[in-house]
């Protein structure tokens, strides 16, 4: 199974019509990768999806890079008894 | 210049002040003074209270049978009488909507004067309008009404250049002698001082009107004169300072404290040509003549006269709610009667532009996602007043490129009569705003998306909620 950063980074790629390897971590969903409003709740709602979880809106939509997306979803799963690659 | 006069600290507070004195969301926004005004009359200080329209008997009188009409095709009787009922509800049984006025030349104005009487209604009362023809009031009396108004045009233009009199004293002797036919067929006349904000104040209006005072006090008070301000071009001014014949707080106070006529004998009639229509009747309200004439949507002839609709809610700001003049008890206003009447207006091909105040389609409806996020968080931050208890219209967002996912869940909340948290989040609702984002820039729309597009779209993508709430 792959990692959450893996499977972060596969849907990010995806929803934002991008190649993998142009995304790092340490990138803003918005200012670095060009995530639109839209795009942004369709980001929230592939990773609800891809993970089983269900996701506070506006926490979830308060990260900001995909680093911190890593970790918010790591806790969410945490929290909510997904189990997890590392 | 540049040097502060006086400092203003920050009062910080983590509990927000709404200022729900003023703006209690369930009402319009209320109208309150804190200081009475100045307005220097012939150079001299006059006090205006404005705070006393709370005790004053403000009324609103209607002329949509009459001016109304002047600026569209007849109606029918049918029409005419479902209005008048509209009108009925909307006034309330204290009639704050005081009397309507009908043309009374033709076989259909009478017919319809009898059916809207035949409804039993006690407001608004039935005027008539006559020219200022002494034969005319035998159409008064026909009609057994007890007030006509009658055309008194008081400005050099209309007495010399329209009329054709010869002077002004054939002018006013001509007028008085149809008021005193008035007098002796039982009929209240009120005179409408026509083109009154373009007219020679001191020379005619003030001498004829001082006139017509002396005529009154020799008849029953059932009967005295009644004065309509016309501002036929809506010339009129609201501003403190103005001169006349403009000046709408020296017109008032000429007629009313100079002339006395008393201020329930006196009725501003205006219209928009400079898009001072509503507040120039307001302002009439505030400075002492207790009736404003007004149409529905104020539909009108040219640009149209005070909306109806502006001063029933101008009439509950200034009154501080929905009580009598005299606080015992509701005033009976229903305004939801104009939302029916927009309908039933638009149902007849009588046009109201969508964004028209109070009435249009899309009068409390915004496209901009940001405002749709605010509206989501709390509709009173981009909604005037609780639009939906008082004109049974919440407020809406019309979904375009620039509503965002907050408009989109806004739109669906509100389809499925979703409140707190029931309501679907804005990431449940991504499939619909995708829908919409690709019809703006793979397919080059460039119109908003109808009502019925979406609920197609809401109907595929949320077909578990449409069938809980709209099957």
């Keep these: 199974m792959a990692t959450v950063e893996e499977r972060v980074k596969a849907i990010t790629a995806r929803v934002l019509g991008l190649e993998l390897d142009e995304i790092k971590s340490e990138h803003s969903f918005t200012q670095d990768l060009g995530a639109e409003s839209v795009q942004s709740i369709e980001l929230v709602a592939m990773f609800e999806e891809e993970f089983g979880i269900e996701m506070d809106e506006d926490a979830a939509l308060a990260v900001e890079t995909v680093g911190g997306a890593v970790e918010f979803i790591t806790q969410v799963c945490r929290q909510q008894g997904v189990e997890l690659e590392e | ?471």
């Design chain 2, 1 to 471: 210049m540049g040097k502060a006069e006086k400092l203003h600290p920050l009062v910080d507070s983590e509990v927000p002040n709404l200022l729900e004195q003023i703006f209690p969301y369930s009402l319009p926004p209320l109208i309150r003074f804190d200081s009475p005004v100045i307005e220097y009359i012939d150079g001299e200080p006059v006090e205006f209270d404005f705070s006393s329209v709370k005790d004053r008997e403000l009324l609103i009188t209607d002329t949509t049978f009459r001016d109304g009409q002047q600026a569209r095709p007849p109606y029918t009787v049918d029409q005419m009488v479902r209005i008048f009922d509209l009108l009925s509800r909307l006034g309330g049984p204290n009639g704050v909507i005081r009397q309507t006025e009908f043309f009374l030349y033709t076989k259909n104005d009478r017919e319809t004067l009898d059916r809207c009487r035949a409804l039993g209604h006690k407001y608004p009362e039935c005027t008539g309008w006559i020219r200022a023809v002494k034969g005319d009031f035998r159409l008064v009396q026909e009609a057994g009404l007890k007030e006509t108004g009658m055309l008194t045009s008081c400005s050099d233009y209309h007495i010399f250049h329209k009329s054709k009199f010869r002077s002004r004293k054939e002018c006013m002797d001509k007028y008085c002698e149809v008021v005193d036919a008035a007098f002796e067929a039982g009929v209240r006349p009120r005179c409408h001082l026509e083109d009154l904000t373009r007219a020679d104040i001191d020379g005619f209006v003030l001498p004829f009107v001082d006139r017509l005072m002396e005529m009154s006090r020799q008849v029953p008070a059932r009967q005295s004169v009644k004065i309509r301000l016309c501002d036929t071009m809506g010339f009129g001014i609201s501003y403190p300072g103005a001169e006349l014949p403009r000046s709408i707080p020296k017109l008032i106070y000429k007629l009313n404290r100079e002339c006395g006529v008393p201020s329930d004998r006196l009725e501003w009639h205006g219209h928009n040509d400079f898009h001072k229509v509503h507040v120039n009747a307001a302002t009439a309200w505030l400075y002492g003549c207790d009736a404003v004439n007004t149409t529905i949507f104020g539909f009108g002839e040219r640009t149209g006269n005070p909306p109806l609709e502006g001063a029933i809610f101008e009439y509950i700001a200034l009154k501080g709610g929905l009580s009598t003049s005299l606080g015992a008890g509701l005033c009976g206003i229903d305004t939801m009667a104009i939302t029916e009447l927009a309908n039933y207006m638009r149902s007849i091909g009588l046009p109201i532009p969508d964004n028209y105040p109070f009435a249009g389609r899309a009068f409390n409806t915004t496209s901009a996602g940001i405002h749709a996020g605010g509206l989501r968080q709390d509709e009173r931050i981009y909604n005037v007043f609780d639009t939906e208890r008082l004109l049974g219209l919440p407020p809406r967002i019309a979904i375009t490129d620039k509503s965002g996912a907050d408009g989109v869940a806004h739109w669906l909340n509100e389809l499925f009569g979703l409140k707190g948290d029931e309501r679907i989040s804005k990431i449940k609702v991504h499939k619909l705003a995708r829908w919409v984002m690709d019809q703006y820039e793979q397919e080059g729309r460039l119109t908003a998306i109808s009502d019925q597009e979406l609920e197609a779209k809401a109907k595929e993508f949320y077909p578990d909620y449409w069938q809980k709430y709209k099957s």
